[in-house]
């Protein structure tokens, strides 16, 4: 029983995938139900424990500790309010149901994973089925973005192999807990470590390994893009933390590194997100900009072993925040965006402004309680430094709130003319469902998991907490009044930002190819032919004779490449 | 005679019985020649399972008689042999399923399947050769045997292909004979096994034995499409997709890499040849390959050339297996003798059922086809994946045991020849997934009536790739299963590394 309980949260989604692809009209039940497994085993199981399979691939075991447990949680939950979105949505394309199933089935296992192939293999099965759900609109941005997110993803996945070969040989195991001290004392430290930073920073979308983000987000189906911020980019995270050498030693370079990156980060997202005019854009920079947070708890783990344990349970806390309020901002806003009704557009509203000011940090919200989280292990840094991140992550803070007004500001009005959308009152109530976990996720989940203080509200907390806010909320109404007084509007920076140059050089670097190098090869290659047979006709003139004698020389070819291939070898072996 | 030196011969007599009657029987006796296939293609699977059990319970098969003189004929099971007989033995039989299939409209049966059954006794004998005489007796033979069944269409494309592969490969058979019989000349008739001779006779003048090395690996290189000398494979692709199929998976290309393998480790040894400072250019040799094959696969919109170029990239992956020192990458490079040939096949048998239902060998006009013909897409995709290296496909077991076979070896370049081939794999076989899952259908095609019945296309076609297609997941996900190829590499190691 105690290994079904283990074995079913990956094997009922990729069972259902199966299904789902039979005639059977049951999708639905099989894309909101399929991750409650995984939501018992994180809810019920034993505090701690694994299990092995000596069976698969080379030995597999799963195992829970408690920042996984409150990511699984979390990653189960959203799953599941994305499944019961995805069954009302029809389709024009097939195919949606079992590829999210199986990034369901990839997403919820890597977190189980205690092994470095296990981890990799549901990584990968993650990312893959992941491009599917990118590219379902088929429409011509979505196989754009498919194209930016599969290089990428590639990309990232040979760094991540070649990150864990050179930890598990560090190791001499595969286990995920061994690989942390080996690479702390191996000789390719910097190279393992980099090599994993890089990869999994594809999927957590650190600056600049983000360019898939913003525009897989806006091409993707809602659903998929609520599960995609909310769940699928935490992996990068999970990958970061359990292979890593968190906590084993002080490696001050890259924990500055990391922090820098972490904090570009933040800021980029902010600053590129505010210039756009979609709000699934706006929220996909938003994803990024928060992961950037994140991302600066990994590099205080990196700088400071002491920090590590606050680190990673503040950095689960937050993901796990994270989560479920970029969830619902997504879902609210494909609701939103079809809502012609003005008394609901009103209440959506309001509903979308709760996720925003909890992203945001506003006290008393789960925001407020994850943000708190990360303060213990940032004051382990060295002085100095705590005192600068504390202040960048206030304005990060700031930045957040700036682009979330922008985001309602972008959905204030009801539209129009939407489609009609009959499905659209019966997704209020999960909707609403989720928002009550936004609300109130913070304050229970992570102190019943993990060794996380809840915050005294002292009048200096509740400032630490408003200020950014308040900071936020006034250059946002400094900029409307703006816009409002003289038009001064942001310079639109396209989704994608950095994709832009990339393809236009891409393009010109084929261009040229195409002009310069493709006829002059083709020019070697007439004359080369040219010379040839001149030279044969010097030889042996003649049509039968001719034609004999370039068969012969065809043998002669392949004879001579022999004799001298064998000379070649053996003169260069005894040499 | 007993019963453990018949059954080497009886596994050779299942094909060539076949063939010789298939020869025999005319034309139009379609139902017994369906019955010889068959049932010659079971029975060898039957006798390779129970040599399987015998050689794991440490019985010997030999079979011995004077041919030469000095030099006896000798079919001899072992590990290294059994593995690639089970691989024959078993892609043999899909493959004729598919064959059968496939040529259902076409006449020359006869020749066909008797020039078929002799390539596939060619390569049985090959991997039971004891000795490097014998192996040439097969290793020739099999030269021939396939030019038939490449030219098997008689176009004019065809019979280029053809010569273009006779002429490589029975140049590569010369230099092969001469290396043979350099090798006599020094140290007499060695077998495979008696790694001491080799030993004695690099101590004694390693300049002759590197030179013997050198010619070898230049002779088999041919048919293991080594670079420079692999300009036939993908001439040789105009051959019907049966054909492609065994001829990149088991038969030719794999008699090539085998043989590569037993010179190394049977022949010379693995200290030998270390010793000799051999493996470090066979090893560069490889990962130019590699690198170079993926390179040209890149550029092909011909599915079968794309495959054909691919095919080059991956053999070398057994080579580099087995010129790096180490018992990882020999277990890699040996149980990729197995996973290439699963994948490979697959691919091919995927892409002869796209060009037979559809009449589609391009890529770019591949888009689409996954909806039309779901599961032969959902096969080649699982293969595709599989020659990228993702998990849980066999594919990734040899990428993962090679690179930590490059690490244990300290052979770090290895990693990095590794991950520019991936990378490479990834860019020549997604675009083909994508295009086929998620785009518009293409004009090419879109106009012809889907088929009516249960299957994509006719069963002997559409079966074979999801049967091999399942294994390459399979055996994957089972890799740690005490049966799975990826054992039985590990126990051959084991032998070979044994002190």
Known sequence: VTVLAWLLPVAVPLVAALVALGPWRIRGWLLSLSALPALVLGVAGPPTADVEFDWVAMGGRLALDGPSRLLLVGTAALWTAGGVFARRRPGPQGGFAPLFLLAMAGNVGLLLAADAVTFYALFSLMTIAGYGLVVHERSAAALRAGRVYIALAVAGEMAIFTGLVLAVSAAGTSELAALGPAIAGSDQRDLTIGLLLAGFGVKAGVVPLHLWLPLAHPAAPVPASAVLSGAMIKAGLVGWLRVLPVGEVALPGWSTFV??????????????????????????????????????????????????????????????????????????????RTEADPRRHRL?????????????????????????????????????????????LAFA?????????????????????????????????????????????????????????????????????????????????????????????????????????????????????????????????????ALRERAYLAVLPGGEVDRLDVRLTRWRVAGVLFVGLGAVLAVLLTG | ???????????????????????????????????????????????????????????????????????????????????????????????????????????????????????????????????????????????????????????????????????????????????????????????????????????????????????????????????????????????????????????????????????????FGLPTADQLGVLVPLSIVAAVTIVYGSLRALVQDDLKRRLAYSTVSQLSYIVLGAAVVGFLSTTAGLVHLVHQGIMKVTLFYCAGNVQEALGVSRISQMSGVGRRMPLTMAAFTVAALGMVGIPPTVGFITKWYLGMGAMEASEHWVLAVLLTSSILNAAYFLPIVGRAWFRPPDPAWVDRPPRRGRFELNGWLFLPPLATGASVLVLGVLAGHPLSPLSWAAFIAEELFAP
């Open chain 1, 259 to 336: 922090i820098a990156a972490g904090l570009l980060t933040a800021f980029a997202g902010v600053a590129i997100g505010l210039t756009q005019r979609d709000a699934k854009v706006n929220l996909a920079y938003s994803s990024v900009s928060q992961m950037g947070i994140i991302t600066v708890l990994v590099g205080t783990a990196l700088g400071e072993p002491d920090a590590a344990p606050l680190a990673v349970a503040g950095a689960a806390t937050y993901a796990l925040h994270h989560g479920f309020a970029k969830a619902s901002l997504f879902l609210g806003v494909g609701l939103i």
């Open chain 1, 348 to 392: 959506l509203l309001a509903g979308l402004s709760l996720a925003a000011v909890s992203l945001a940090g506003l006290p008393l919200t789960s925001g407020a309680l994850a943000k708190y989280a990360m303060k213990d292990s940032i004051g382990l840094l060295p002085s100095g430094t705590a005192g600068l991140v504390t202040v960048a």
């Open chain 1, 397 to 529: 803070a700031a930045g957040t709130t700036l682009l979330m007004g922008r985001l309602l500001l972008l959905v204030r009005r009801p539209v129009d003319d939407g489609p009609p959308a009959p499905e659209q009152a019966a997704l209020l109530v999960p909707w609403a469902a989720l928002l009550v976990a936004v609300a109130v996720a913070g304050w229970v989940v992570p102190g019943a998991v993990l060794d996380v203080s809840l915050p005294t509200w002292s009048a200096a907390v509740l400032w630490d907490g408003t200020w950014p806010v308040l900071v936020g909320a006034t250059l946002l109404a400094a900029g409307t009044g703006l816009w409002r007084r003289w038009g001064v509007a942001v310079p639109a920076i396209p989704a994608g930002d950095l994709v832009v140059p990339v393809e236009a050089a891409g393009q010109a670097a084929r261009t040229a190819w195409r002009r310069r190098v493709t006829p002059l090869a083709e020019v070697v290659a007439v004359r080369g032919r």
């Open chain 2, 1 to 267: 005679v007993t019963w453990s030196a018949t059954l080497p011969m009886l596994l050779l007599a299942t094909s060539l019985v076949p063939a010789v009657l298939i020869f025999i029987l005319p034309e139009h006796r379609s139902v017994e020649r369906l019955v010889l296939n068959l049932g010659g293609a079971v029975v060898k699977v039957v006798l390779a399972s129970l040599l399987v059990l015998g050689v794991f319970a440490g019985q010997e098969y030999e079979w011995r008689t004077a041919f030469l003189p000095g030099v006896d004929f000798v079919l001899r099971v072992d590990a290294v042999p059994l593995l690639f007989v089970f691989l024959s033995a078993l892609l043999w039989l899909t493959t004729t399923v598919y064959a059968i299939g496939y040529l259902r409209h076409d006449r020359n049966h006869a020749r066909f399947f008797g020039f078929f059954s002799l390539c596939v006794t060619a390569t049985v004998g090959i991997a039971l050769a004891g000795n490097l005489v014998t192996f040439l007796l097969f290793y020739e033979l099999l030269t021939i045997t396939t030019y038939p069944l490449i030219v098997h269409r008689g176009t004019d494309a065809a019979r280029a292909g053809g010569r273009a592969y006779l002429l490589y490969t029975v140049t590569g058979g010369a230099v092969l004979l001469v290396g043979i019989a350099w090798l006599h000349g020094v140290a007499g008739p060695v077998e495979f096994g008696d790694t001491a001779a080799m030993a004695a006779l690099a101590d004694r003048d390693p300049a002759t034995a590197r030179g013997i090395f050198a010619l070898l690996i230049a002779g088999l290189g041919v048919k293991a499409a080594l670079v420079p000398l692999h300009g036939w494979l993908p001439r040789a692709m105009v051959a019907p997709a049966p054909v492609s199929a065994l001829l990149h998976a088991v038969a030719v290309v794999k008699a090539g890499v085998y043989g590569i393998v037993r010179v190394v480790y049977d022949l």
